[in-house]
């Protein structure tokens, strides 16, 4: 094995800002510093790394005109309860719905991510 653990890095408008959104929706962990942030488990076994840049075009989804460029999928026990708690921390649901043991969101900054069922 090479790696420790796999690192994701996520182009965005305001670094601090997305990690502190994913932080919660996680539980992890954020450290902040200028134009870059962390998000980590307390036992440090992943990250999710934000990186502002300038002049960022946000993916649109469903369409690929401004594509995905990634998306996390995040597993939950309950979607409803899972919906109300993203969305009160500035998730916005996603127009069109492909599925019904997933829902997909945007994030502040526009990147879709899914909820699935666990």
């Not at 902040?32 to 488990?41: H, L, N, Q």
């Not at 990634?70 to 127009?95: F, Y």
Request: hydrophobic fraction near 40%; charged fraction near 20%; charge should be negative.
């Amino acid at each position: 094995m090479i790696a420790m653990y796999p690192s994701f890095v996520m182009d965005c408008p305001d670094a601090a800002r997305l990690a502190q959104f994913y932080g919660e929706v996680l539980g992890w962990k954020v450290e902040s510093r200028d134009g870059w942030a962390d998000i980590k488990p307390e036992d440090g076994s992943n990250c999710i790394s934000f990186q502002q840049v300038e002049n960022f075009k946000a993916p649109s989804w469903p369409s690929q005109d401004g594509p995905q460029q990634m998306h996390l999928d995040v597993m939950v026990r309950d979607l409803d309860e899972a919906e109300s708690e993203v969305v009160a921390i500035g998730a916005t649901k996603a127009e069109h719905q492909p599925g019904t043991t997933f829902r997909v969101f945007l994030d502040p900054a526009g990147h879709p991510f899914c909820l699935c069922v666990a």
